[in-house]
């Protein structure tokens, strides 16, 4: 296919507005996938993607489109993740399209997604195309949401398309525009190849899938290929397009979108963002704008059954073979024995990283509350990077600490400003600013430590405003704070595994609100457990955990059998997540006390 039929595209929106269901339609009309075999959303591959209603990985698709001027196009469609852990994966998407779908829901309007992916569209100089969506919907109101959108974003909004991507209305005119308004891609085919990765994943029996379009140049199966940044070459075993599923051919040439196999190791070797040439006829520069993904927030995880520490070792390790930008390192903690403390690109990553490491692998972990990364400067001017609490170097030895900033943008109606404006205040934010975008909805912007993002902020904000705003960060770098350890003493002892970093005006009150927290937590046992919160050797505040009076089994009277086995039963499920921590044993729920603090 000549250059000038081709059209690369993505489709942007904050979540729930129809991004999937409108490129199911699209994939549908063309007669991508045939209708029996069309499944709900999909583009969204990852069982647990599909539960959550989130799209994690980007796929592409290929469709053939015969447009009203007779032509045959071939329309790319690149999926971008819908979460603000991957907006770095979003970004390099973006760089592969001249043009993305703006999806709006005409019964909602602008929320602080849809902006944040409009300025990456914009970064990467893409015509964007708006979508009133869900126009089938009684309250929905396009008039309305395109003038939102013409204020906030600034984008001529007379020409939108109202659209119902669950009824199939303005299908039809979505692909003319595509046809119409996304450029054509340059054909510089005769220049040194140059791709673009926007994803890999790992497979078991051909290595790598490499997700590319191609900028520069073409490339043909059995080409040798070199990874710029990562500096690995292989040889291509094979190469295709995705239509959704893979189809082979023998080459692809710029302005292409395919993927390629190579008996490719890891992903780390063709991280998302390096650009693939030819290893004999290498281009000279790299495409702008790779960055290594580097993880933001850490945590613990331990095997509750000290047995488990290799099986979880080997699944790690297999999990890293498909994702880059996991990283773990062994830990060895005191209070909680063998296991690693693991790097993510940020909370939801964890979590689901957490969530299929026990489904998958079958293992029972102790997962520990989530740190960010601080930059310590010693008193012999060394500068460290801390990820976990318990490491953080005494007063004595350090001459400063900084914390990792983020810039908040909120979008929400103007009867919760209040609300959120608290909410931040109680989380150390620094207002901005902040904008009526229409008569009853603001924006509201405050530069934030991360720490205090990543400690439940997202469902305090939700709850506080009955769901309706709607949140976006980005890092914005480090700055300096009176940053303290608060350790945890159960039964005398310090457990490393619960100390974390607080600043000192709030360490009190964290202190407190964590001690009380752990005494409805933890369960009484055998003996009186004095539980204490301190600064060094400062005791902030001390509560007791008091002793067992009685067995369960002593309520039973005796006689019914089936009743005590269903106690003994019930105590051994409330054991499964439970760690002995010298002779206290301490459940999951306590590593995350310090999230449920309000
Ligand atoms: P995404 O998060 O942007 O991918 O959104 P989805 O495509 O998953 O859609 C979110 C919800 O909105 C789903 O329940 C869809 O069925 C529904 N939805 C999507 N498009 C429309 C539409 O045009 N009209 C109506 N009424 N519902 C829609
Ligand atoms: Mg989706």
Redesign the pocket.
């Known amino acids: 296919v000549p250059a000038s039929r081709i059209r690369n595209f993505s489709i942007i929106?904050?979540?729930?507005?129809?991004?999937?269901?409108?490129?199911?339609r699209l994939l549908q009309v063309t007669g991508t996938v045939a209708d029996r075999e069309m499944k709900e959303?999909f583009l969204?591959t990852l069982d647990l993607e599909r539960e959550r209603?989130?799209?994690i990985k980007l796929q592409a698709a290929r469709m053939n489109y015969t447009a009203k001027d007779g032509q045959e196009y071939v329309l790319n469609l690149i999926d971008t993740p819908?979460h603000v852990d991957f907006s770095y994966e979003v970004s390099r998407s973006l760089a592969a399209c001249e043009g993305a779908l703006l999806?709006v829901?005409a019964s909602q309007g602008v929320e602080a997604q849809t902006m944040a992916n409009v300025y990456l569209a914009l970064e990467n100089d893409l015509e964007i195309i708006p979508v009133l969506?869900?126009?089938?919907?009684p309250g929905a109101e396009p008039d309305r949401v395109a003038e939102e959108i013409e204020q906030v974003i600034g984008l001529d909004c007379s020409e939108a398309i109202l659209?119902?991507?669950?009824?199939g209305?303005g299908v039809n005119e979505i692909l003319e525009a595509i046809v119409a308004q996304v450029p054509p891609p340059a054909d510089t085919t005769e220049e040194p190849l140059r791709a673009l990765i926007f994803d890999s994943y790992y497979d078991p029996y051909r290595g790598v899938i490499v997700y590319f379009r191609v900028m520069d140049g073409n490339l043909k199966k059995g080409d040798r290929v070199k990874f710029m940044a990562s500096g690995q070459e292989y040889d291509i075993d094979e190469i295709g397009v995705l239509s959704p599923v893979q189809i082979q051919v023998d080459q692809l040439h710029a302005g292409e979108v395919g993927y390629l196999a190579a008996a490719i190791k890891t992903v780390e070797h063709a991280r998302v963002g390096d650009t693939i040439t030819l290893a004999n006829h290498p281009a000279t520069k790299p495409l702008p704008g790779y960055v290594e993904a580097k993880p933001m927030v850490f945590c613990g995880m331990f095997p509750i059954d000290a047995d488990q520490f290799e099986d979880l070792r080997e699944a790690l390790e297999k999990f890293k073979l498909n994702d880059a930008a996991l990283n773990y390192e062994p830990e060895t903690s005191s209070a909680m024995g063998f296991g690693f403390r693991c790097g993510f690109l940020g909370l939801l990553h964890m979590e689901i990283v957490q969530e299929r490491l026990e489904r998958e692998y079958n293992l029972n972990l102790i997962i520990t509350a989530p740190s960010v990364v601080y930059q310590v400067t010693t008193n012999k001017d060394e500068v460290l990077l801390i990820d976990n609490p318990s490491e953080l170097p005494p007063p004595m030895l350090r001459e400063k600490i900084e914390e990792p900033y983020v810039r908040l943008d909120m979008m929400t109606p103007q009867e919760h400003i209040g609300a959120l404006m608290e909410l931040c205040e109680t989380r150390r934010g620094d207002f901005k600013d902040m904008k009526y975008i229409t008569q009853d909805r603001a924006s509201l912007i405050y530069e934030i430590p991360l720490a205090e993002i990543v400690t439940d902020f997202f469902n305090q904000m939700k709850s506080r405003t009955k769901g309706y705003a709607s949140m976006e960060y980005h890092i914005i770098g480090y700055r300096p704070n009176d940053l303290v350890k608060l350790d945890i003493l159960v039964n005398e002892e310090p457990v490393d595994s619960l100390a974390c970093i607080v600043h000192r005006d709030k360490a009190y009150q964290m202190g407190r609100g964590l001690v009380s927290k752990l005494k409805q937590l933890i369960p009484r046992q055998q003996f009186k457990i004095p539980v204490q919160a301190a600064i060094g050797s400062k005791v902030l505040s001390r509560e007791n955990i008091p002793a067992l009076r009685k067995n369960v089994l002593s309520k039973c009277y005796g006689g019914d059998i089936s009743r005590k086995k269903k106690l003994l039963e019930k105590q051994k499920e409330g054991k499964k997540r439970m760690k002995a921590i010298g002779t206290v044993e301490v459940p999951q729920e306590a590593f995350m006390a310090i999230l449920k603090l309000n």
């Open positions: 929106a904050h979540i729930d507005h129809g991004k999937s269901t409108l490129a199911d959303q969204d209603g989130i799209t819908g999806v829901d969506n869900k126009i089938d919907l659209a119902s991507a669950k009824e209305i």
